[in-house]
Nanobody
Framework: VQLQASGGGLVQAGDSLRLSCVAS???????????MGWYRQAPGKQRELVAS???????NTADSMKGRFTISRNNGKKTVTLQMNDLKPEDTAVYYC?????????????WGQGTLVTVSS
């Protein structure tokens, strides 16, 4: 499975962005069984899990992003989307999607291309 994220850019604090991640190389029925997550890695920091969505559609968002970030998925298009509102400078990072182990938060596939989000104050 290959994962490619897109939709990042340079925005100002308070703006919104919508990130998309498309999975390729997997059969239709495999993607729909995956629990998926969005991760981010800020400069000089470890990669962290931002939000997850189970195969059944249950979502979870990290505390600092609750109320601002929303994750969703479209199994027919094999995509996972992250809607980010009220962006803050501390949201600046490279964002990635991956299959996630919901028990540990660990990623389960090779990392694909991320997308850079830069939020200016």
């Amino acid at each position: 499975v290959q994962l490619q994220a897109s939709g990042g850019g340079l925005v100002q604090a308070g703006d919104s962005l919508r990130l998309s991640c498309v999975a390729s190389g997997s059969i239709f029925s495999t993607f729909r069984s995956y629990d998926m997550g969005w991760y981010r890695q800020a400069p000089g920091k470890q990669r962290e899990l931002v939000a997850s969505i189970s195969s059944g559609g249950t979502t979870n968002t990290a505390d600092s992003m609750k109320g601002r970030f929303t994750i969703s998925r479209n199994n027919g298009k094999k995509t996972v989307t992250l809607q980010m509102n009220d962006l803050k400078p501390e949201d600046t990072a490279v964002y990635y999607c991956n299959r996630v182990d919901l028990g540990t938060g660990s990623s389960l596939l090779d990392w694909g291309q991320g997308t850079l989000v830069t939020v200016s104050s």
